[in-house]
């Protein structure tokens, strides 16, 4: 099916485990982003990739880490899971920065 | 960077009522300003949007107007119905490569029938 997929849609995990969130889209977008959604905060850009091998720091890209060997798969990997890192995330994908972006469904992490 | 500043965070109309959301943006270069509506337990669904060198956009009962030189876009949404209760978000990019949108906190719309 066309679209963007992400999994797992909810994930529990232990404090300083790692955990990869995945994220995939049948499009060839250029463009992939990870976000973040949280009360009050709206959502936050964590990263992004214009390309496959190309990647860019947003608003708050510490404590995870991407990276982007196909143009289709963008996974989202929090290398020592935290509390405060507690959110859903969405990941996007676009044809350029500047152009509308698909939404996936989100995965709702919690850190225990 | 830039920012951008949304109000008001929450905002409650009678169905059939007109609703308004601002947004300001911090870059002069930001040229592409889009509304994304979420359901609960759903990602945001692009709505409506607009480009810098467009003054307004209509698309039946939702609109967007644009002020360049205030830096500032509202989204503007007409005879209300149960189903536009959702946070809506507004957002900002530029075009050049190396950017991504930017949004607001959101504002969570309530409309009572």
């Known amino acids: 099916d066309a679209g963007i997929t992400q999994s797992p849609r909810y994930k529990i995990t232990e404090t300083g485990r790692q955990v990869t969130l995945m994220c995939h889209q049948t499009?060839?977008?250029?463009?992939m982003f990870w976000y973040r959604q949280d009360l009050g905060h709206g959502l936050r850009l964590i990263y992004y990739s214009a390309a496959a091998d190309i990647t860019d720091k947003g608003e708050v890209p510490d404590g995870y880490v991407v990276s982007r060997s196909k143009t289709e798969n963008f996974p989202l990997t929090l290398e020592s899971a935290t509390r405060s890192q507690t959110s859903v995330y969405f990941c996007?994908?676009?044809?350029?920065?500047?152009?509308?972006?698909?939404f996936g469904s989100g995965t709702r992490l919690t850190v225990v | 960077g830039e920012n951008v500043e949304q109000h008001p965070s929450t905002l409650s109309v009678q169905e059939g009522d007109s609703a308004v959301i601002k947004c300001t943006y911090s870059?002069?270069?930001?040229?592409?300003f889009p509304w994304y509506k979420q359901e609960l337990g759903k990602g945001p669904q692009l709505i409506i949007d607009?480009?810098?060198?467009?003054g307004e956009k209509k698309d039946q009962r939702i609109a967007v107007t644009l002020n360049k030189t205030a830096k500032h876009f509202s989204l503007h949404i007409t005879e209300t119905q149960p189903e536009d209760s959702a946070v809506y978000f507004c957002a900002a990019s530029m075009s050049q490569a190396g950017t991504a949108l930017i949004f607001g906190k959101g504002t969570t719309l309530s409309v009572s029938s």
């Open positions: 499009w060839s977008h250029s463009y």
């Open positions: 996007a994908s676009g044809e350029r920065p500047n152009y509308g972006y698909t």
């Open positions: 870059d002069s270069a930001s040229n592409y």
């Open positions: 607009i480009r810098s060198n467009v």
